[in-house]
């Protein structure tokens, strides 16, 4: 079928606020005297701020209370969102708003998908938010990646098939989701590594054009 959709990942792939999850989820840690995982940066990517904070706790996660747990996610929100304030059109990745202008040249609908309930507020940082068709956020969604929910949603709001939709993502939870959810997955990887199960793989934003 002809490729009439694409649905992006938001962080990784049109701009990259990782420093600043891990800046807020730093402060956090160390305001709770916990030391988290070397590999925490990698383990929390493309997840739902939940998941992340059991990764974050570790060993301590079953020291806290589900009220507890959701008090520290929004501390860590909070945190994340006054770093946020830093984000200009410039963070967007390279390339972003050329091929994302071509493509809607092209007549190919756009669609954000982003376990991130902070969404709307980057793409708008951003300035991106005229060029995209929807918008799906981790406040539409109620399973995190790799469940395909919020790229399904993301088909729908488009009013297209999985089918006819490619998936760009640059983490493996995601390329999994795009999968399981019957789309084509793009793996964004500007430094060369191959994600398991991808359709295709692209170095830069602008290979979408070719």
């Given amino acids: 079928m002809r490729l009439e959709g694409i649905i992006f990942d938001l962080d990784g792939v049109l701009c990259r606020t990782d420093r600043y999850h891990l800046a807020a989820w730093q402060t956090l840690a160390g305001r709770l005297d916990i030391a988290m995982p070397p590999d925490a940066a990698e383990r ?5 701020r939940m998941e992340s904070l059991d990764i974050v706790l570790g060993e301590r996660s079953g020291d806290f209370t589900r009220e507890q747990k959701l008090a520290l996610a929004e501390e860590k ?10 984000l ?8 972003a708003r050329k091929t994302l202008t071509e493509l809607r040249r092209r007549g190919v609908k756009l669609a954000v998908a982003s376990s991130s309930r902070n969404a709307p507020l980057i793409i708008d940082r951003l300035g991106l938010t005229a060029l995209f068709d929807a918008l799906i956020d ?35 939870s995601g390329i999994e989701a795009a999968r399981r959810g019957g789309f084509r997955a793009i793996a964004y990887t500007p430094t060369p590594r191959r994600l398991t199960n ?3 793989e692209i170095h830069t934003l602008t290979e979408l054009l070719v």
Avoid: W
């Fill in 198 to 200: 991808a359709d295709a």
């Fill in 44 to 48: 929390t990517r493309g997840v739902g």
């Fill in 77 to 86: 929100n909070a945190l994340y969102r006054e770093y946020l304030a830093h």
């Fill in 138 to 172: 981790g406040g539409m969604i109620s399973r995190s990646k790799p469940d395909p929910e919020v790229f399904l949603k993301a088909a729908a709001a488009l009013a297209l098939p999985p089918a006819c939709c490619a998936v760009v993502e640059e983490a493996k």
């Fill in 88 to 95: 200009t059109p410039a963070d967007a990745e390279p390339q």
